[in-house]
């Protein structure tokens, strides 16, 4: 399974690298906060479905990296061919404690 770095993935958006995130938490978690352009898909509901072509990139991420949803997920898309698929290393926090920007509702 693949993995990328909080640091890895700000510097490919800030590049205009086209990357399509996936939240992996619960729609009420997601509303609260997410990296922004995310789109919310439970690990629980049909991951392939909208997704761009196999060949794009396609980040995963859940609050931290204790989860194993992502790490399934990440599998579950590899299986199905998206070879750049990967998981955030740290999840939604990792990427709030590197200084990553969130969307949604107020932090706590």
């Not at 939240?23 to 439970?42: C, L, Q, T, Y």
């Not at 599998?75 to 920007?101: I, K, P, S, T």
Request: aromatic residues 4%.
């Amino acid at each position: 399974m693949k993995t990328i770095t909080p640091q890895e993935l700000k510097k490919a958006l800030d590049e205009g690298e086209t990357v399509t995130l996936v939240d992996v938490r619960s729609a009420a978690d997601f509303a609260e906060k997410h990296i922004p352009g995310s789109v919310n898909a439970p690990a629980d509901g049909e991951m392939v479905q909208g997704l761009p072509d196999p060949e794009s990139r396609v980040v995963v991420y859940a609050e931290h990296e204790g989860s194993e949803t992502p790490q399934q997920v990440c599998e579950r898309l590899e299986a199905a061919g998206y070879d750049n698929a990967m998981c955030l290393v740290g999840g939604l926090l990792g990427w709030m404690e590197a200084g990553g920007q969130v969307e949604g509702g107020q932090e706590s």
